[in-house]
């Protein structure tokens, strides 16, 4: 099986920033995709970025210019470097992660999520 751990969310004053991270173990031959998503109450989960394996980035609009998604292959790890956060980047953030636990068994799997509070 495969396990997504996320880590470092918080409080932070408006302006602050928070570097979240997102580790993944188990049965993994490859990893494709790793995303983040956040989902504030009363929302649906929203996408917030994705790095590929290549590490090429994409971005949600919200995210642009404030986030940075970046990653270590070596071990199995993502990272959102959030800056400049707002009250409204109040949320649970989620990892999610794809790839290969086998040459032939592909996974999809989602992390717990950890809390970011923003306070104004």
Known sequence: QVRVVE???GLVQ???SLRLSCVASGSIFAIN???WYRQAPGNQRELVGTIDSGSTT???DSA?????ISRDNAKNTAYLQMNNLKPEDTAVYYCN????????IEFDTWGQGTQVTVSS
Request: charged letters at 25%.
């Open 7 to 9: 880590s470092g969310g």
């Open 97 to 104: 992660v794809g790839g290969r636990r086998t040459r032939w």
């Open 14 to 16: 408006a302006g602050g």
């Open 58 to 60: 994409k971005y949600a």
């Open 33 to 35: 995709v790793m995303g």
């Open 64 to 68: 642009k210019g404030r986030f940075t």
